[in-house]
């Protein structure tokens, strides 16, 4: 049995995370005038949406170092884009 306080304090600790990463980043350019945060998050997922691929190598290099400074790791897991 865990402690309830332990899932609050692991979103506190993203959310930390997550909005340091997204700090000097726009929202996402999805065309047709809608846009979008660059950050998804629930509990243990994250998304990345950017609109250019060297804002997305940016953020993941930035996450990357975060992660690794708080001796975290993330599992990997990428989704085939139909186009």
């Known amino acids: 049995m865990g402690y309830t306080i332990s899932p609050v304090l692991f979103v506190m600790a993203m959310e930390v ?4 990463v ?4 726009g929202p996402a350019n999805l065309g047709g005038g809608c ?3 660059l950050l998804k998050a629930f509990m ?3 998304t990345i949406i950017c609109s250019e ?3 997305t190598r940016q953020m993941l290099e930035r996450l990357d170092v975060l992660m690794a400074w708080c001796r ?5 897991r990428s989704l085939a884009v139909s186009q």
């Open 44 to 46: 243990d997922d994250t």
């Open 35 to 37: 846009y979008m945060p």
């Open 17 to 20: 995370i997550l909005k340091s």
């Open 72 to 76: 975290m790791n993330f599992k990997q």
């Open 53 to 55: 691929e060297d804002e």
């Open 22 to 25: 997204e700090y000097n980043a």
